[in-house]
Every structure is written in structure tokens, then in C-alpha cells.
């Protein structure tokens, strides 16, 4: 079974600096585009950034230039170097994967089950 799970969520001063990390685990052919999204309290899911298998990035305009995304295709990891922190950016941050498992040879889009981000003013 596939799955992604996140790591370094947590509470942190403004123009502070986090880091989250997002594994992928399970029986996988391969893993295609990988990104990063966030869901604040009575808002919809928003794009953060995304980064292809050969390390093309995209970057929401709101995250641009403190935000870094980054991806290990042997260790099928995806990390978002988050600085510069503001209290906006509190949200549920979530990794999400276009990944082929074996079982199905089939790409499918999954999300992980997200980690807290929370940056007090």
C-alpha cells in the first residue's frame, strides 16, 4: 500500500524557518510530479509548490523567494524549506504525489495525511 507521510510540522516565531519532509513508502514503480499544498482554517486547499521528477519547480506567488522545494528520486523524498515565515502561512500542510505502484501500473494521484504549520506573530 502506498502512502506519504510528513514530518516537521510545528509552531514557530514570525521570519522564522521550518522544514518539512514527505516519504513516500509502499510497493512503487515510480513517482512522477511531487508538491506540497496547505488548507487554512475555512479556506480551500492551495497550491504551495511542486517540483516534476527531473526538478522543474512551481511556486505559489505568495511563497516565492521563502520557499524551497526540493526532491531525493532514490530516497523518494520531497522537502519544502519554508523561511521567512508569516502568520499567513499557518496552515495544514499537506504532500502529495503522482506515484505508480506496482500493483496496478497505474499513475495515481495521493496526499498525505498532512502536518500542522503554525507561525505566530
Known amino acids: 500500500q502506498v502512502q506519504l507521510v510528513e514530518s516537521g510540522g510545528g509552531l514557530v516565531q514570525a521570519v522564522g524557518s521550518l522544514r518539512l519532509s514527505c516519504a513516500a513508502s509502499g510497493s512503487i514503480n515510480s513517482i512522477n510530479t511531487m508538491g506540497w499544498y496547505r488548507q487554512a482554517p475555512g479556506k480551500q486547499r492551495e497550491l504551495v509548490a511542486t517540483i516534476t521528477r527531473g526538478r522543474n519547480t512551481n511556486y505559489a506567488d505568495s511563497v516565492k523567494d521563502r520557499f524551497t522545494i526540493s526532491r531525493d528520486n532514490a530516497k523518494r523524498t520531497v522537502d519544502l524549506q519554508m523561511n521567512n515565515l508569516k502568520p499567513e502561512d499557518t496552515a495544514v500542510y499537506y504532500c502529495?504525489?503522482?506515484?505508480?505502484?506496482?500493483?496496478?501500473?497505474?499513475?495515481?494521484?495521493?496526499w498525505g495525511q498532512g502536518t500542522q504549520v503554525t507561525v505566530s506573530s
Open positions: 502529495n504525489g503522482d506515484i505508480r505502484p506496482w500493483s496496478t501500473m497505474s499513475i495515481r494521484n495521493y
